[in-house]
């Protein structure tokens, strides 16, 4: 399974520019730590249901009901870039 | 004792004093302001601390409440409104939280006073604080060692009796392994048992703030402040929350504790066994009744944790997008390039490490065989705990397999630094509670004193009981009285 790693192809899917030494050092460290992981595949699954959480937890609902929340000027004190009482984004669509 | 003593103390004795109006909190304060600025530029545990923000709070502080004028160290990744909150990374420099943290509600509640921003692993991604993109952190019983990590900031601060008492945080161990590295007492609450509102998440079925403190009774202390369950985050737990103090000084008489078999391996350091052994003994002394016991899923635990909090890691870190905080990349031509070098400028080595692996493990045709393989070890392994635990009351082992490792030692090699989270990464898949106390010290080869850290861990829901053990062992022992002996820089 670990040889199948293409650190240059998951970096894409991760919106993460990597340089190429740091590729090729991924490459072989992440390699290390899923040569590790594959004693997993020793482990009898068959039958175990999927633990997503510690505790057994199930839907939590509340009222919906509108609370005080941030204002718009509070929830952009920490915009790179903004205007108009806006966030700046890149543009999506030429 | 004289003002400059006063960081020397604990929380109980602290409060004492200021109950009696001995002292009050702004002399408190003071006294501290001026310990860290003597010792801290030789350890490096704070980021940043506010005197004038803390005194105007202290002020105003009843010193009849539980903490009343007690300042509290918080790890630079839980929000405190009006405060930085850089999670040690380049990506949130400048950031200014907007609200505060369940916690730090809870912490003021009691009257006690957030004081200072400490250091961490960037985003709590580490075991050994050298990931922090801010500074270095040292720890105090040898200058040439680490603190432990993520939580290596508080940790050392309570070491270098440059903070009273510190919140932080574990995902995989990171309130454990460094206050048993820097000698102190770190509690590891059940999941669900601290509200996560406000904390800037890791991942998120792991993660809880839990207390760092120099006794046990601290500890207990700090849980009671902030334990409780909390509309605002739905995985924390709606149960009663009892009085965590209300069990100290009570007997062993009738406990039984389990020594796992599995935790018995090879590459633990010799005399950290041998510590840990005579620990086992001192329980047994105390009337605490020691069975063997069997986690067999344990050899898989590292594989599990280090699959599942990357994957919850990539998908958590996706928020930081150059829009709405944090750093962005300046000149960028489309979308892709915004986000692709925003977040390649604001992350460092490791957490750029993890995503790549989360985002592997999640991918397509990869799924099935990392990450739903590995949501069913953690089952399994949450099961051996369910099933020791209607034997024994708790278990006991290392926290650490060695003692305060060297600046630079594991840096290179990611896998040998996840290894050395063994005996605590369980504890996170499983979602109980734990706490780490001192047990004995090795030796380093300059004769520095290196602190072992004594780990129990409980059931879910039962730190009262964690409490109890912990505390009739640390006061039967001397091993927490220890101190560094390291000279400040002025006096």
Known sequence: ?94 | MTKLDLPALNIVELRNLLRQREVSPGETLQALEERINAVDPKIGAYLVHDLAAATAEAEKADVTLPLGGIPIAIKDLINVEGQQCTCASKILRGYRAPYSATVIEKLRAQGAIPFGRMNMDEFAMGSSTENSSAQVTRNPWDLSRVPGGSSGGSAAALAADIAFGALGTDTGGSIRQPAALSGIVGFKPSYGRVSRFGLVAFASSFDQIGPLTKTVHDSALLMNAIAGHDSRDSTSLNALVPDYTANLGRDLKGIRIGLPKEYMIEGVDPVVKSAVMAAVKQLESLGAEIVEVSLPHTDYAISVYYILATAEASANLARFDGVRYGHRAEKVSTLFEHYARTRAEGFGAEVKRRIILGTYVLSSGYYDAYYLRAQKVRELIRQDFVRAFEKVEALVSPTSPGPAFKLGEKTTDPLQMYLADVFTNAANLAGICGISLPCGFAESENGKKLPIGLQLLGKALNEARIFQIAHAYEQSTDWHKARPAFEPIAA
């Open chain 1, 1 to 94: 399974m670990a040889s199948e790693l293409d650190v240059a192809y998951v970096a894409q899917l991760a919106r993460l520019r990597l340089t190429a030494d740091e590729t090729k050092l991924f490459q072989k460290q992440l390699g290390d730590v899923l040569k590790y992981a594959e004693k997993l595949k020793e482990v009898n699954v068959e039958g175990v249901e999927a633990a997503a959480h510690a505790v057994p937890m199930f839907n939590v609902f509340r009222e919906d009901n509108a609370r005080d929340w941030f204002t718009a000027t509070e929830a952009l004190s920490n915009a790179p870039r903004k205007a108009n009482n806006l966030f700046i984004v890149t543009k999506v669509v030429e």
